[in-house]
């Protein structure tokens, strides 16, 4: 049981689209990705709910990119106080969340970086490269 544990915490190839993941546990970092909820409700995304229960208003988001629900009035006293702050994403993110990567353990990290550093890209709308091919005729 130990070495399957031990395979599973250490992947021996990169994903496909990196980028898409919601976390990374390729070194011994640890990174997560993470949203601002109340970015969500100052940016008036179309992707935020909400509803009424127990005499509280809660809000969530439709796309789950965060899965919790918070309650709107705590929300807006933390903003008013310098920022909610960040939760964990579930799902990867949208071009208009306000997200970043946060490392758990950075002081982990070796001289040589980051392994897998295409996790860090954060979806600004269009892919952040392009390949193209030029075909010459002899």
């Known amino acids: ?5 031990q395979a599973a915490a250490e992947p021996t190839e990169l994903p496909l689209r990196p ?3 919601v976390e990374c546990r390729r070194c011994d970092v640890h990174c997560d990705k993470i949203v601002y909820p109340g970015a969500c409700v100052a940016r008036a995304c179309p992707f935020v709910y909400s509803y009424e229960e127990f005499g509280h208003t809660y809000m969530g988001c439709l796309m789950k990119v965060f899965a919790v629900e918070i309650d709107v009035d705590l929300l807006r006293d933390a903003e008013l ?3 909610f702050g960040a939760v964990r994403a579930t799902a990867p993110a949208l071009p208009m969340c306000h997200a970043e990567v946060e490392g758990c353990y950075e ?8 392994v897998n550093p295409e996790f860090h890209e954060l979806p600004v709308g269009q892919p952040s490269f392009r390949v193209f091919a030029r075909l010459a005729s002899y």
Not at 1 to 5: G, L, S, T, V
Not at 107 to 114: K, M, T
């Open 107 to 114: 002081s982990r990290g070796d001289e040589l970086g980051c």
């Open 19 to 21: 980028q898409d993941e």
């Open 81 to 83: 106080r310098g920022g």
């Open 1 to 5: 049981m130990e070495i399957r544990e």
